[in-house]
């Protein structure tokens, strides 16, 4: 398709002049894709990796399906890692030195951006000109970075937030700490001097203008996708069950992901305790896995769940499980009665959507992105609020009408095919075009 854009100029005696800017917008050959608090090799679940890392992966492996190299730079964790790992046929992974390997928080990796960017634009340097055709950030220590690589590089920014502080702030869980002031003010100068803006919904596009004041012809919303080929039905419920050694009669209320209080992990284990003080005939076949790792505030009391299941009276029904990788986690998904999403804040929730592929419907918080990855009353259950009893309420539904769990489910399998990650990376592509068509002709613009 060939795009063509006026623009109104001036001649310098005063007199207006009409630049055309014609030309078929193109794809890139390579793009720069920045992680700098997590790497797309970290196992999601643990310390800061999560949904981003698996939105990383996959984005870059569908865009160098269809002809686009990736090459994604994060920090070394380690001593010992390669400089660089192909990830998959056409995505690279740079491992850039900056600060100390180990123990640094999220929240102390402001003082290392510099050495950051040192790293990017060293690995750089080693390339003719013109090796790079786009930078791509994520999140906003990433877009920091990307920023300032874009200017020199001579290229377009296009940065997914993927959360951001003045939300997060608004919907703070009890105990969590709030974002701080100098992340508000990165993440303002990374919305001004973005090309490009990747939002996960229109509500997150909607958040950027409000909040932010992002320009809204920079905005485009693309939703992430989930990886049909692992989460999908698969052999069905019982087999998932019998493999996890989960009883098969059970109610089996699944959380997945980070454990920190954004996520609410809390308002399961409470829904949980409300329901059986008001049931005890189901204590018997209750069975609530809690699977994922301590991120976040959740690392400052590494036993708070634990010790909130104590005093609830549930441990006996509460099974903490470590993060496991996606074969895995598809078949805990699949083992489930249904997928607890409690969050506080969530830009999307895409383990709402691979529960969901699964054959899982999912009871969630109504906020963020959920409300368009679960559609209420047909894949799962939305829920305005974290008071505990409304939760509960719905998984005594559940335990009263079993069949609940495979009625939802077959269309929640059927809603989830519409998130495939080749249409995300398709769209993602067509907003790589529309920069480069953009920056080009801001820079080069001929005058007919």
Request: proline share 7%; charged share 20%.
């Given at each position: 398709?060939?795009?063509?854009?006026?623009?109104?100029?001036?001649?310098?005696?005063?007199?207006?002049?009409?630049l055309?800017?014609?030309?078929?917008?193109?794809?890139?050959?390579?793009?720069a894709?920045?992680?700098?608090?997590?790497?797309?090799?970290?196992?999601?679940?643990?310390?800061?990796?999560?949904?981003?890392?698996?939105?990383?992966?996959?984005?870059?492996?569908?865009?160098?399906?269809?002809?686009v190299?990736?090459?994604?730079?994060?920090r070394?964790?380690?001593?010992?890692?390669?400089?660089?790992?192909?990830?998959?046929?056409?995505?690279?992974?740079?491992?850039?030195?900056?600060?100390?390997?180990?123990?640094?928080?999220?929240?102390?990796?402001?003082?290392?951006?510099?050495a950051?960017?040192?790293?990017?634009?060293?690995?750089?340097?080693?390339?003719?000109?013109?090796?790079?055709?786009?930078?791509?950030?994520?999140?906003?220590?990433?877009?920091?970075v990307?920023?300032?690589?874009?200017?020199?590089?001579?290229?377009?920014?296009?940065?997914?937030?993927?959360?951001?502080?003045?939300?997060?702030?608004?919907?703070?869980?009890?105990?969590?700490s709030?974002?701080?002031?100098?992340?508000?003010?990165?993440?303002?100068?990374?919305?001004?001097?973005?090309?490009?803006l990747?939002?996960?919904?229109?509500?997150?596009?909607?958040?950027?203008?409000?909040?932010?004041?992002?320009?809204?012809?920079?905005?485009?919303?693309?939703?992430p996708?989930?990886?049909?080929?692992?989460?999908?039905?698969?052999?069905?419920?019982?087999?998932a069950?019998?493999?996890?050694?989960?009883?098969?009669?059970?109610?089996?209320?699944?959380?997945?992901?980070?454990?920190?209080?954004?996520?609410?992990?809390e308002?399961l284990?409470?829904?949980?305790?409300?329901?059986?003080?008001?049931?005890p005939?189901?204590?018997?076949?209750?069975?609530?896995?809690?699977?994922?790792?301590?991120?976040?505030?959740?690392?400052?009391?590494?036993?708070?769940?634990?010790?909130?299941?104590?005093?609830l009276?549930?441990?006996?029904?509460?099974?903490?499980?470590?993060?496991?990788?996606?074969?895995?986690?598809?078949?805990?998904?699949?083992?489930?009665?249904?997928?607890?999403?409690?969050?506080?804040s969530?830009?999307?929730?895409?383990?709402?959507?691979?529960?969901?592929?699964?054959?899982?419907?999912v009871?969630?918080?109504?906020?963020?992105?959920?409300?368009?990855?679960?559609?209420?009353?047909?894949?799962?259950?939305?829920?305005?609020?974290?008071?505990?009893?409304?939760?509960?309420?719905?998984?005594?539904d559940f335990?009263?009408?079993?069949?609940?769990?495979?009625?939802?489910g077959?269309?929640?399998a059927r809603?989830a095919?519409?998130?495939?990650?080749?249409?995300?990376?398709?769209?993602?592509?067509?907003?790589?075009?529309?920069?480069?068509?953009?920056?080009?002709?801001?820079?080069r613009?001929?005058?007919?």
């Amino acid at each position: 398709m060939t795009h063509s854009v006026t623009r109104l100029g001036r001649r310098a005696s005063g007199a207006p002049a009409r630049l055309r800017l014609t030309g078929a917008p193109r794809r890139p050959r390579r793009v720069a894709m920045l992680s700098v608090h997590t790497s797309p090799l970290h196992l999601p679940g643990t310390g800061d990796a999560g949904g981003m890392n698996v939105y990383i992966v996959e984005l870059a492996k569908r865009l160098a399906d269809i002809g686009v190299e990736v090459e994604i730079f994060t920090r070394a964790t380690s001593g010992m890692l390669p400089p660089t790992v192909e990830l998959a046929p056409g995505v690279l992974v740079r491992h850039v030195d900056a600060g100390p390997y180990g123990g640094l928080t999220k929240e102390e990796l402001p003082a290392q951006l510099c050495a950051f960017t040192h790293g990017v634009m060293q690995a750089w340097a080693d390339h003719r000109p013109g090796h790079y055709d786009l930078v791509h950030s994520h999140y906003w220590l990433s877009g920091q970075v990307g920023w300032l690589a874009a200017q020199r590089w001579g290229v377009p920014l296009v940065h997914a937030m993927h959360t951001m502080a003045k939300v997060k702030n608004a919907a703070l869980a009890e105990c969590d700490s709030p974002e701080p002031a100098a992340r508000v003010i990165g993440e303002t100068q990374v919305v001004r001097a973005a090309h490009r803006l990747v939002a996960n919904t229109a509500e997150e596009a909607d958040e950027l203008v409000r909040h932010y004041a992002a320009d809204p012809a920079k905005i485009a919303v693309v939703h992430p996708g989930v990886n049909l080929d692992v989460f999908c039905p698969a052999d069905g419920r019982a087999a998932a069950r019998a493999r996890l050694g989960l009883p098969q009669d059970a109610l089996i209320p699944l959380f997945a992901g980070r454990i920190q209080p954004l996520k609410g992990p809390e308002v399961l284990l409470r829904a949980v305790g409300e329901l059986l003080q008001r049931r005890p005939d189901l204590r018997s076949r209750v069975v609530v896995p809690v699977v994922g790792g301590l991120s976040g505030a959740g690392l400052a009391k590494p036993e708070k769940l634990h010790k909130l299941a104590a005093l609830l009276g549930i441990s006996d029904v509460v099974r903490f499980q470590p993060p496991v990788r996606q074969e895995e986690l598809a078949d805990w998904f699949r083992a489930a009665s249904l997928l607890v999403m409690p969050s506080y804040s969530e830009s999307f929730g895409l383990v709402a959507i691979e529960a969901q592929a699964a054959g899982t419907p999912v009871l969630a918080a109504a906020v963020g992105g959920l409300p368009v990855a679960v559609r209420h009353g047909t894949t799962g259950f939305l829920v305005h609020g974290h008071e505990p009893a409304a939760y509960a309420r719905v998984l005594s539904d559940f335990a009263d009408d079993p069949s609940l769990t495979d009625r939802f489910g077959a269309a929640a399998a059927r809603h989830a095919q519409s998130f495939g990650w080749g249409t995300a990376a398709g769209a993602t592509a067509a907003v790589y075009r529309e920069a480069l068509h953009d920056h080009r002709h801001r820079i080069r613009p001929r005058v007919g």
